[in-house]
């Protein structure tokens, strides 16, 4: 049950994209389409941004997509607005019902 | 509206017991597989077990097993995390999740777990 990698920071200007990486293993993110992506900002509870690598909950701007090549996941976030500043996690499904969490990317917004 | 509120959490001295609720409300909590998520301070999310729609099957991660167990009363519509033998790196705000599509599609405001002397 090793944490998948993230990039501890990511940064972009208003309007720009910015893409945030999360490389797993040939047992998790390659093996699963359920990787999934959460926002948080501080002091709050997470938010789901994608499900199932590219799906979006109702709600969710279609500014914010997902993707995934091999053992790697993508976010990108196109038209960066000051509200995306925040934190992310990517999460896989793992196998044998267990799962597992990215260390958390910083998206600053210059 | 989905809502899950988190109760229970607590300073407890390294050894200690301590058990969380989550009482859910806006959906059929007994359709959904539930999930328990921590976050030390400053640190990031990490999984922290799972139980199925009626209670039969659960899973939990290596750093807490055999030392937590998680249940659910799907007739009070609560979420439970019996925690035993704590330790200081078991300090963190603890969520409850609800599980569809193998994510975790809402959550609650957590609750803070504080293990310390």
């Known amino acids: 049950q090793s944490a998948l990698t993230q990039p501890p920071s990511a940064s972009g200007s208003p309007g720009q994209s910015v893409t945030i990486s999360c490389t797993g293993t040939?047992?998790?993110?390659?093996?699963?389409?359920?990787v999934s992506w959460y926002q948080q900002h501080p002091g709050k509870a997470p938010k789901v941004m994608i499900f199932?690598?590219?799906e979006r909950p109702s709600g969710v701007p279609d500014r914010f997509s997902g993707s995934k090549s091999g053992n790697t996941a993508s976010l990108t976030v196109s038209g960066l607005q000051a509200e995306d500043e925040a934190d992310y996690y990517c999460?896989?499904?793992?196998?044998?019902?267990?799962?597992?969490f990215g260390g958390g990317t910083k998206l600053t917004v210059l | 509206e989905v809502q899950l509120v988190e109760s229970g959490g607590d300073l407890v001295q390294p050894g200690g017991s301590l058990r969380l609720s989550c009482a859910a409300s806006?959906?059929?909590?007994?359709?959904?597989?539930m999930h328990w998520v921590r976050q030390a301070p400053g640190k990031g999310l990490v999984w922290v077990s799972r139980?199925?729609?009626?209670?039969?099957?659960?899973t939990y991660a290596d750093s807490v097993k055999g030392r937590f167990t998680i249940s659910r009363d799907n007739a009070k519509n609560t979420l439970y995390l019996q925690m035993n033998s704590l330790r200081a790196e078991d300090t963190a705000v603890y969520y409850c999740?609800?599980?569809?599509?193998?994510?975790?599609?809402?959550w609650g405001q957590g609750t803070l777990v504080t293990v310390s002397s």
């Open positions: 806006g959906f059929t909590f007994s359709s959904y597989w």
């Open positions: 999740a609800r599980g569809d599509s193998y994510a975790f599609v809402s």
């Open positions: 199932e690598v590219s």
């Open positions: 139980i199925n729609s009626d209670g039969s099957t659960t």
């Open positions: 040939s047992s998790d993110v390659g093996y699963y389409k359920y």
């Open positions: 999460s896989s499904y793992a196998g044998s019902n267990n799962w597992v």
